[in-house]
């Protein structure tokens, strides 16, 4: 009878740590301790925390935590040459920062992940301050609040609002003048199409520009200090729509035109009404875009709405 060999797997400390870490590879978001126990049960629960803790000393690995608990990953090596000679702790916290990319992450947010104490965190934060690895910016969503992230990102416009806020000041003025602008350019485009003596719909489609359009123009102008995005133009655009003085259309577009998105384009065109419609028609709670959070008492609310205003001076 032919004697039947069965494979033995291998327990050497070498072989446990290059698996480990080919796992990692498998599962670049990180494994938990039962991946790797599922993946080699025979392989001791002493023996696979020692092959953990060799990795992790030696920053091959990196510990982080999630609802479902510990989490291992593979380090980057651009990453671990950046927090080369710091402690685990101070690795853990960057890598926290890192993960939370130009959004940032609030210290509270950073103290639930890393479960460290609160005074060791503001302390290991100062030192990858002082080194140049990680900032502290301010969000514009809560004065008091810091958020921090990795020293060369470009913070995200949920936490500097973007073109509209200078030193977390919402610029006003700023944003009147564009709207102006942006309405002027429309006014002037009906105007030519009116004064070009065709057929109404030759005139009524000619009256119509792009976003890209707008947005060239102004940049043309030099009235902003910021370099402003074709997202932010059509921001100004829509504030216009809802004050009745713009309309606009959508039509389909080649790929690759520009201005084009997904092979749709967005135009627009100024109108001026007839006749002035009556007050209850023009009513702004009808056409508000954040109607539903608006009551009394909150951030949006009529006792402080610009445009109930306006309206009640009718």
Not at 52 to 59: A, E, F, K, M
Not at 80 to 101: F, P, T
Not at 172 to 183: D, P, R, T
Not at 192 to 201: E, G, T, V
Request: hydrophobic share 35%.
């Amino acid at each position: 009878m032919t004697e039947v060999k069965v494979k033995k797997e291998s327990t050497d400390p070498v072989d446990i740590e290059n698996r480990i870490k080919e796992l990692c590879q498998q599962f670049p978001h990180g494994i938990t301790d039962q991946v790797i126990q599922n993946d080699m049960p025979h392989v001791e629960a002493q023996q696979r925390a020692t092959a953990l803790n060799r990795l992790l000393s030696v920053g091959q690995l990196d510990l982080l935590r999630n609802s479902s608990g510990l989490l291992y990953r593979l380090k980057d090596a651009q990453s671990a040459s950046k927090v080369k000679g710091s402690d685990n702790q101070e690795k853990l916290v960057y890598q926290i920062i890192e993960d939370a990319g130009n959004k940032g992450i609030w210290s509270r947010d950073i103290r639930y992940k890393s479960n460290l104490p609160l005074t060791e965190i503001n302390k290991i934060l100062k030192n990858l301050e002082s080194k140049k690895l990680i900032k502290a910016v301010k969000s514009v969503a809560a004065s008091k609040k810091k958020v921090y992230m990795l020293y060369n990102l470009q913070p995200d416009r949920s936490v500097t609002g973007g073109a509209w806020y200078s030193d977390q000041d919402f610029e006003s003025e700023f944003v009147e003048v564009l709207n102006q602008q942006c309405f002027k350019f429309l006014q002037s485009k009906a105007e030519a199409a009116r004064d070009s003596k065709q057929s109404p719909m030759v005139q009524r489609n000619s009256s119509f520009a792009t976003s890209h359009e707008v947005w060239k123009y102004i940049c043309e102008l030099g009235i902003s200090k910021v370099d402003l995005s074709m997202e932010d133009i059509e921001t100004i655009l829509n504030t216009l729509i809802f004050d009745g003085k713009v309309e606009m259309t959508i039509i389909a577009a080649k790929e690759g035109t520009v201005g084009s998105v997904d092979g749709q384009m967005k135009l627009y065109r100024g109108v001026n009404p007839i006749i002035q419609p009556t007050g209850l028609v023009k009513t702004p709670c009808g056409l508000c875009p954040v109607f539903d959070d608006c009551h009394e008492g909150g951030e949006i609310s009529p006792s402080n709405c610009v445009y109930m205003t306006e309206w009640l001076d009718f």
